[in-house]
T-cell receptor, first 109, second 115 residues
Framework: AQRVTQPEKLLSVFKGAPVELKCNYS??????LFWYVQYSRQRLQLLLR??SRESIKGFTADLNKGETSFHLKKPFAQEEDSAMYYC???????????FGTGTKLQVIP | DTGVSQNPRHKITKRGQNVTFRCDPI?????LYWYRQTLGQGPEFLTY????????KSRLLSDRFSAERPKGSFSTLEIQRTEQGDSAMYLC?????????????FGSGTQLSVL
């Protein structure tokens, strides 16, 4: 079975402060991990995926297989980063995508 | 191409009635997913298709739920004998699956309210 855990429902940070959104996963094989974001009144959309090793809007995420984590980080939060963030895992023979419960990021001006 | 389209946007029904939702994926996307989302929760997996084949259906899903994707194009999700607990946002997503690392493209969802 595959499971994604996001322990924080809400994370509030001041503008310019560092951000770390936590994600832990449970999966017996080699998963593919993603971060999706949903801005107010917009559709859920992909932010980044670990296989691309990319930085999007200043966000990065490193897959730590030892700790089974895929935390999302940004050194300096901006007001436009306020949104719901979902960690997701693709696994299994058919690469089913499973989502965590999400963390609401609130950047305080 | 305007992305994944879901209809209707909102559906209000009485308990015990049947409802059907439609999802039109992005053209030529071979994967299609259905998720359910309630307030404060993440998207909960319901079922998914590779072309017209239904790969998996969540064990949490009762027999009242059925989904189809004829000819591997649009998909429908039907809920029979609706219950108040079925009230949720139903999300559809599609992807050009090529073996892994796929990006899901989501629709705006259908908000179901069961009275």
């Amino acid at each position: 079975a595959q499971r994604v855990t996001q322990p924080e429902k809400l994370l509030s940070v001041f503008k310019g402060a560092p951000v770390e959104l936590k994600c832990n996963y449970s999966y017996s094989g080699s998963p593919e991990l993603f971060w999706y974001v949903q801005y107010s009144r917009q559709r859920l959309q992909l932010l980044l995926r670990h296989i691309s090793r990319e930085s999007i809007k200043g966000f990065t995420a490193d897959l730590n297989k030892g700790e089974t984590s895929f935390h999302l980080k940004k050194p300096f939060a901006q007001e436009e980063d306020s949104a719901m963030y979902y960690c997701a895992l693709a696994g299994g023979g058919y690469q089913k995508v499973t989502f965590g419960t999400g963390t609401k990021l609130q950047v305080i001006p | 191409d305007t992305g994944v389209s879901q209809n209707p946007r909102h559906k209000i029904t009485k308990r015990g009635q049947n409802v059907t939702f439609r999802c039109d994926p992005i053209s030529e996307h071979n994967r299609l997913y259905w998720y359910r989302q309630t307030l404060g929760q993440g998207p909960e997996f319901l079922t998914y298709f590779q072309n017209e084949a239904q790969l998996e259906k969540s064990r949490l899903l009762s027999d009242r739920f059925s989904a189809e994707r004829p000819k591997g194009s649009f998909s429908t999700l039907e809920i029979q004998r609706t219950e108040q607990g079925d009230s949720a946002m139903y999300l559809c997503a599609s992807s050009p699956y090529t073996g892994g690392g796929e990006k899901l493209f989501f629709g705006s969802g259908t908000q179901l309210s069961v009275l």
